[in-house]
């Protein structure tokens, strides 16, 4: 048994409930033996070192990577999903949709990477997994996929751009305390602020005039 895995392409998935990459995989069996099934595990990591990066993306990134002349040390990967598949059976070579559902949280490492990007393309590493079934003498067998099996792919910064904007146009979402939210939301009704929005941005205009004075 010899598979070849390898990403062709990502896109942001349509018509679902949350933020979905949909990654189209081919994997093909190079010794020509049939393949009645693949339960197949994927994880997938950014790799930050294998892109070049902008003084605006540097700035943004600072607080996951530290200062930019420490980045050859700290530059390290970055977990972005662990996700399963079953792949039909097939003879040579199939191709299959990995769904990867996503998180716009920022206080997770990969939605704080990813948004701190500009442009470009984004460095992923997928590592595959998993058990697959065959037949051999009229009966099946069972084999463990190699650990050293993966694929690069350069997802375009544009599809996960996609993806949060269908979902989330022009807003991000941002977690805090009991206890802060508590007293937020005493200051936006002391003040019959509409929105969330509208606080924040007036404590921010509050924080500013008291820098300024």
Same mark, same amino acid.
């Given at each position: ?37 693949? +339960? ?7 790799? *930050? ?22 980045? +050859? ?34 206080? @997770? ?22 058990? @697959? ?18 694929? %690069? ?15 989330? *146009? ?18 936006? &009704? &002391?003040? +019959?602020? *509409?929105?969330?929005? &509208? ?7 509050? &924080?500013?005039?008291?820098?300024? %004075?």
């Amino acid at each position: 048994m010899n598979l070849i895995f390898s990403c062709m392409k990502a896109d942001a998935a349509a018509r679902t409930a949350t933020p979905t990459l949909t990654f189209r995989l081919s994997v093909a069996e190079a010794s020509g033996m049939r393949v009645d099934a693949i +339960a197949l595990r994927c994880q997938i990591r950014i790799e *930050p070192h294998r892109r070049q990066y902008s003084a605006d993306e540097e700035r943004r990134l600072h607080d996951l990577f530290g200062d930019p002349d420490r980045w +050859a040390d700290t530059l390290k990967p970055v977990q972005l999903a662990s996700v399963s598949v079953m792949v039909p059976a097939f003879t040579a070579a199939t191709e299959v949709d990995l769904d990867v559902p996503c998180t716009y949280d920022l206080e @997770v490492a990969s939605a704080r990477y990813l948004q701190g990007l500009d442009d470009g393309t984004v460095p992923l590493l997928l590592l595959f997994s998993g058990t @697959v079934y065959t037949t051999r003498n009229g009966r099946m067998s069972v084999e463990l996929i190699p650990w050293s099996s993966e694929a %690069s792919y350069r997802m375009p910064v544009s599809v996960w751009r996609e993806v949060t904007d269908r979902h989330f *146009p022009g807003s991000a979402w941002l977690r805090c305390g009991r206890g802060t939210l508590d007293a937020l939301a005493e200051y936006k &009704a &002391a003040r +019959a602020l *509409p929105t969330w929005d &509208a606080t924040l941005a007036a404590l921010l205009e509050e &924080a500013e005039a008291r820098h300024d %004075s």
